[in-house]
C-alpha cells in the first residue's frame, strides 16, 4: 500500500521545482511592495518636502536641499538601533558571504529591514540603488523557504540564489537577467542543471507576478537603435569598453576608499550616515542628478539628451556620491549607481563621436544604452548578466553585437587591473577567496597541526628488513618515516617497498637495509601548512599519509598526517561553525 503512494508522491526534484516556484511567487510580490514604498517615501519626504519648502523656486531655497536627504538618515537612525549590524551600508558582500561560506541562514526580518532601510535612503534622494535589496530581499525569502523545510546546505544555497533571481526578474521586467545574476554572482558560476531550472522557474514566476501589476513595461523605455557603420563603430565600441573597465577600477576603488575613510573617523556611528546626506544634498544643489537611482535622467540620456560635459562630470560625481552614502552607512545597492554611471559615460563618449562622425555613427543614446551594460559588468564581473540584462530591455537584435564586445572588454580591462568585483573587495582583503567555496576556505583555515598525533613510529635507515617486517605487523600506519643517526628523516617506507624484495632469498633480503630501499623522494609537511594544501597533495599523489616534520630545513618527524584524520577535522569543524552561527541568531533573536 505504501509502495502505491509512494508512486503518487512527488519526487526531490519536483519538489524542488514546486518550493522554487513559491519563492519566485514571494519575490515578485516583495518587489511589488519595495517599489512602491520607495516611490511613497519619494513622494512625501523628497517631493513633498521640496514643495513644502519652495526648493523648486531657486535662489537661496537651494540651500535647503540637503535637508532632504538628512530626514531620510535621520529616520534610519531607529532602525539602525534597533538592529545594530543588519541596516547600514552596502550589504551585498555580507550577503555572499552568508550564501557561499556560511550555512546560509537569513533572518525573515531581514526583508522588512532592507524594505525600509533601502527606500529611506533612496526615497530621500540619498546616491544607492534598489537592485542589490531586492536580490538579498528575494534571497531572505529563498532561506526562509529552506529553514522551513529543513534542507541541506547545497539546497539552502539554491534557494537564495532563487530567490535572488526572481527579485531581479521582477525589478527589472527581465527574467533571463535575473537568471544570469543568480548564476554568477550569488552562486559565483558554480552551478548545476537542477539547480539551474529553480531558478528559471523562480524568476519566470516573480516576472510574472510583477508583469501582471505593473504590465509588460520595462525600467526604461529605450529606443530601437542600430549600427550605423559596422566598421567605424565595432572599434568605437571597443575603445568605449577600455573607458569603462579604467572607469569601474575607479568606482570600486572610492568606494572603498571613502567607507574606510569613514570607519577611522571618530564619530559615533549614528551620526556618520548624516554627514552622507548631507554632503549629498550640497552635491546635489549643482548636480541633481546624482541624488537617488538616478533613473529618470538616466531616461534622457538613453533618448539621446546629454551634454558631453555635463555627463562626464556626472561620471565623477555619481561615483562620489554612491562612495559617500554607503560608505557613511546609507543602505542600498550599488546596482543601479552602476547602470547611471555607465549611461553618462557612454553618453558623453557617443555625443562626442557622433559630433565627429555624424553620418558614420549613431546617436549618443546607442552608446549610452551599451554603456551601461559594459559598465555594471566591469563593476560586477558579470558580463552574461549585464548582456543579457540590456538585450531584455532592448529587445534588439542589432545592438547586442556591441554590448557583447563592450561588456567582455570592459571586464577583461576592470579585472586586469583589479582582479576584485565591488563585491569582493573584503573577501580579499581577509585572505579569502570567495570563489574556492566553503569547504576550501574551512580548509584553508585549518592547520595540519591540529590534525596529526604525536604517537608515530619510525625506524632506522640502518635496520634490516626482518626489523622492519615487526614495525609492520605493530604498527599502525602503511607508511614509516626513516631517519638518520641525527633523527632526521632521510626518506620513506612503504609495505610496497618491501614487496619488491620478499621472493628473495632469506640471506638476500636481511642483506638489505631500510636505508637502501625507502623512497628518499619525500613529500613532506610542516605543522603550519594548511589542510587545504594537504588535500591537494593527497589528490594529486594518490597516497593516505604524509609525514609532518618540524620545518623543511630540520627534519624532525613530529607525525603522520592522515587523510581520514584531515575528514574528520573538517566535519568536526563545519560542526563547530554550524553550531555557533545558530547559538549567535538565537543570541541576536533575543535582543
Given at each position: 500500500m505504501r509502495k502505491n503512494i509512494r508512486k503518487f508522491l512527488p519526487g526531490e526534484n519536483t519538489r524542488m521545482m514546486l518550493i522554487a516556484t513559491c519563492i519566485g511567487l514571494g519575490a515578485g510580490l516583495m518587489t511589488i511592495v519595495f517599489r512602491s514604498l520607495v516611490d511613497a517615501v519619494?513622494?512625501?519626504?523628497?517631493?513633498?518636502?521640496?514643495?513644502?519648502?519652495?526648493?523648486?523656486?531657486?535662489?537661496?531655497?537651494?540651500?535647503?536641499?540637503?535637508?532632504?536627504?538628512l530626514v531620510g538618515m535621520v529616520l534610519l537612525i531607529p532602525l539602525s538601533l534597533l538592529f545594530p549590524g543588519e541596516v547600514n551600508g552596502?550589504?551585498?558582500?555580507?550577503?555572499?558571504?552568508?550564501?557561499?561560506?556560511?550555512?546560509?541562514?537569513?533572518?525573515?526580518?531581514?526583508?522588512?529591514?532592507?524594505?525600509?532601510?533601502t527606500a529611506l535612503t533612496i526615497g530621500t534622494g540619498n546616491s544607492a540603488g534598489v537592485e542589490g535589496p531586492i536580490a538579498q530581499i528575494g534571497g531572505a525569502i529563498g532561506s526562509q523557504a529552506g529553514q522551513f523545510f529543513r534542507v541541506?546546505?547545497?539546497?539552502?544555497?539554491?534557494?537564495?540564489?532563487?530567490?535572488?533571481a526572481g527579485g531581479i526578474a521582477g525589478m527589472f521586467n527581465a527574467p533571463i537577467a535575473g537568471i544570469f545574476f543568480a548564476a554568477e554572482i550569488v552562486l559565483l558560476g558554480t552551478y548545476e542543471i537542477s539547480s539551474f531550472a529553480a531558478l528559471?522557474?523562480?524568476s519566470a514566476m516573480a516576472t510574472v507576478v510583477t508583469r501582471g501589476w505593473y504590465g509588460e513595461m520595462s525600467v526604461f523605455t529605450i529606443p530601437q537603435y542600430s549600427v550605423v557603420n559596422y566598421l567605424v563603430e565595432i572599434p568605437l565600441y571597443c575603445l568605449l569598453?577600455?573607458?569603462?573597465?579604467?572607469?569601474?577600477?575607479?568606482?570600486?576603488?572610492?568606494?572603498?576608499?571613502?567607507?574606510?575613510?569613514?570607519?577611522?573617523i571618530g564619530l559615533h556611528p549614528q551620526l556618520k550616515p548624516l554627514t552622507g546626506a548631507l554632503l549629498i544634498g550640497c552635491i546635489g544643489i549643482f548636480f541633481p542628478q546624482v541624488m537617488g537611482d538616478g533613473y529618470d535622467y538616466m531616461e534622457d540620456i538613453l533618448h539621446g539628451q546629454g551634454i558631453a560635459w555635463v555627463m562626464l562630470t556626472l561620471v565623477l560625481l555619481k561615483i562620489l556620491a554612491t562612495s559617500i552614502t554607503l560608505g557613511s552607512g546609507g543602505a542600498g545597492g550599488v546596482f543601479a549607481p552602476s547602470l547611471f554611471i555607465g549611461a553618462v559615460l557612454g553618453g558623453a563618449f557617443g555625443s562626442i563621436t557622433h559630433r565627429l562622425m555624424p553620418d558614420l555613427t549613431a546617436g549618443?543614446?546607442?552608446?549610452?544604452t551599451v554603456g551601461i551594460g559594459a559598465f555594471l559588468a566591469a563593476a560586477t564581473h558579470a558580463p552574461m548578466t549585464a548582456i543579457f540584462l540590456l538585450f531584455e530591455m532592448t529587445g534588439n537584435y542589432q545592438i547586442i553585437i556591441p554590448i557583447m564586445i563592450t561588456s567582455i572588454i570592459g571586464t577583461v580591462v576592470a579585472r586586469k587591473f583589479c582582479e576584485d568585483s565591488i563585491d569582493t573587495v573584503d573577501f580579499s582583503r581577509a585572505g579569502i577567496n570567495i570563489h574556492e567555496g566553503r569547504e576550501t576556505v574551512i580548509?584553508?583555515?585549518?592547520?595540519?597541526?591540529?590534525?596529526i598525533s604525536d604517537e608515530v613510529d619510525f625506524i632506522s635507515e640502518e635496520a634490516n628488513i626482518k626489523e622492519l617486517l615487526q614495525i609492520f605487523s605493530i604498527g599502525k600506519g602503511f607508511y614509516f618515516p626513516v631517519i638518520d643517526a641525527t633523527g632526521k628523516m632521510t626518506g620513506i617506507v612503504s609495505l610496497q617497498d618491501v614487496k619488491n624484495i620478499l621472493h628473495r632469498e632469506e640471506k638476500e633480503r636481511i642483506a638489505y637495509k631500510v636505508g637502501g630501499i625507502c623512497n628518499r623522494n619525500i613529500i613532506m609537511l610542516t605543522p603550519d601548512d594548511s589542510l587545504f594544501a594537504a588535500m591537494q597533495l593527497f589528490d594529486i599523489k594518490g597516497i593516505e599519509e604524509i609525514p609532518v616534520v618540524e620545518s623543511l630545513d630540520e627534519r624532525w618527524v613530529v607525525g603522520m598526517l592522515k587523510r581520514r584524520d584531515v575528514l574528520?577535522?573538517?566535519?568536526?569543524?563545519?560542526?563547530?561553525?554550524?553550531?555557533?552561527?545558530?547559538?549567535?541568531?538565537?543570541?541576536l533573536g533575543s535582543r
Amino acid at each position: 500500500m505504501r509502495k502505491n503512494i509512494r508512486k503518487f508522491l512527488p519526487g526531490e526534484n519536483t519538489r524542488m521545482m514546486l518550493i522554487a516556484t513559491c519563492i519566485g511567487l514571494g519575490a515578485g510580490l516583495m518587489t511589488i511592495v519595495f517599489r512602491s514604498l520607495v516611490d511613497a517615501v519619494d513622494a512625501l519626504i523628497f517631493e513633498g518636502g521640496a514643495s513644502l519648502l519652495g526648493i523648486g523656486q531657486g535662489g537661496w531655497r537651494l540651500l535647503l536641499l540637503p535637508l532632504l536627504p538628512l530626514v531620510g538618515m535621520v529616520l534610519l537612525i531607529p532602525l539602525s538601533l534597533l538592529f545594530p549590524g543588519e541596516v547600514n551600508g552596502y550589504g551585498l558582500p555580507a550577503f555572499l558571504r552568508k550564501v557561499n561560506l556560511e550555512n546560509g541562514i537569513i533572518r525573515a526580518r531581514s526583508i522588512a529591514i532592507k524594505i525600509i532601510a533601502t527606500a529611506l535612503t533612496i526615497g530621500t534622494g540619498n546616491s544607492a540603488g534598489v537592485e542589490g535589496p531586492i536580490a538579498q530581499i528575494g534571497g531572505a525569502i529563498g532561506s526562509q523557504a529552506g529553514q522551513f523545510f529543513r534542507v541541506s546546505g547545497s539546497r539552502m544555497k539554491v534557494f537564495i540564489a532563487a530567490g535572488a533571481a526572481g527579485g531581479i526578474a521582477g525589478m527589472f521586467n527581465a527574467p533571463i537577467a535575473g537568471i544570469f545574476f543568480a548564476a554568477e554572482i550569488v552562486l559565483l558560476g558554480t552551478y548545476e542543471i537542477s539547480s539551474f531550472a529553480a531558478l528559471v522557474i523562480a524568476s519566470a514566476m516573480a516576472t510574472v507576478v510583477t508583469r501582471g501589476w505593473y504590465g509588460e513595461m520595462s525600467v526604461f523605455t529605450i529606443p530601437q537603435y542600430s549600427v550605423v557603420n559596422y566598421l567605424v563603430e565595432i572599434p568605437l565600441y571597443c575603445l568605449l569598453a577600455i573607458f569603462i573597465g579604467l572607469a569601474a577600477v575607479l568606482f570600486i576603488r572610492v568606494f572603498y576608499a571613502v567607507r574606510d575613510r569613514y570607519r577611522e573617523i571618530g564619530l559615533h556611528p549614528q551620526l556618520k550616515p548624516l554627514t552622507g546626506a548631507l554632503l549629498i544634498g550640497c552635491i546635489g544643489i549643482f548636480f541633481p542628478q546624482v541624488m537617488g537611482d538616478g533613473y529618470d535622467y538616466m531616461e534622457d540620456i538613453l533618448h539621446g539628451q546629454g551634454i558631453a560635459w555635463v555627463m562626464l562630470t556626472l561620471v565623477l560625481l555619481k561615483i562620489l556620491a554612491t562612495s559617500i552614502t554607503l560608505g557613511s552607512g546609507g543602505a542600498g545597492g550599488v546596482f543601479a549607481p552602476s547602470l547611471f554611471i555607465g549611461a553618462v559615460l557612454g553618453g558623453a563618449f557617443g555625443s562626442i563621436t557622433h559630433r565627429l562622425m555624424p553620418d558614420l555613427t549613431a546617436g549618443s543614446g546607442a552608446y549610452a544604452t551599451v554603456g551601461i551594460g559594459a559598465f555594471l559588468a566591469a563593476a560586477t564581473h558579470a558580463p552574461m548578466t549585464a548582456i543579457f540584462l540590456l538585450f531584455e530591455m532592448t529587445g534588439n537584435y542589432q545592438i547586442i553585437i556591441p554590448i557583447m564586445i563592450t561588456s567582455i572588454i570592459g571586464t577583461v580591462v576592470a579585472r586586469k587591473f583589479c582582479e576584485d568585483s565591488i563585491d569582493t573587495v573584503d573577501f580579499s582583503r581577509a585572505g579569502i577567496n570567495i570563489h574556492e567555496g566553503r569547504e576550501t576556505v574551512i580548509l584553508k583555515s585549518l592547520k595540519v597541526g591540529a590534525a596529526i598525533s604525536d604517537e608515530v613510529d619510525f625506524i632506522s635507515e640502518e635496520a634490516n628488513i626482518k626489523e622492519l617486517l615487526q614495525i609492520f605487523s605493530i604498527g599502525k600506519g602503511f607508511y614509516f618515516p626513516v631517519i638518520d643517526a641525527t633523527g632526521k628523516m632521510t626518506g620513506i617506507v612503504s609495505l610496497q617497498d618491501v614487496k619488491n624484495i620478499l621472493h628473495r632469498e632469506e640471506k638476500e633480503r636481511i642483506a638489505y637495509k631500510v636505508g637502501g630501499i625507502c623512497n628518499r623522494n619525500i613529500i613532506m609537511l610542516t605543522p603550519d601548512d594548511s589542510l587545504f594544501a594537504a588535500m591537494q597533495l593527497f589528490d594529486i599523489k594518490g597516497i593516505e599519509e604524509i609525514p609532518v616534520v618540524e620545518s623543511l630545513d630540520e627534519r624532525w618527524v613530529v607525525g603522520m598526517l592522515k587523510r581520514r584524520d584531515v575528514l574528520d577535522l573538517y566535519k568536526r569543524e563545519v560542526l563547530r561553525r554550524g553550531i555557533s552561527a545558530k547559538v549567535g541568531s538565537q543570541g541576536l533573536g533575543s535582543r
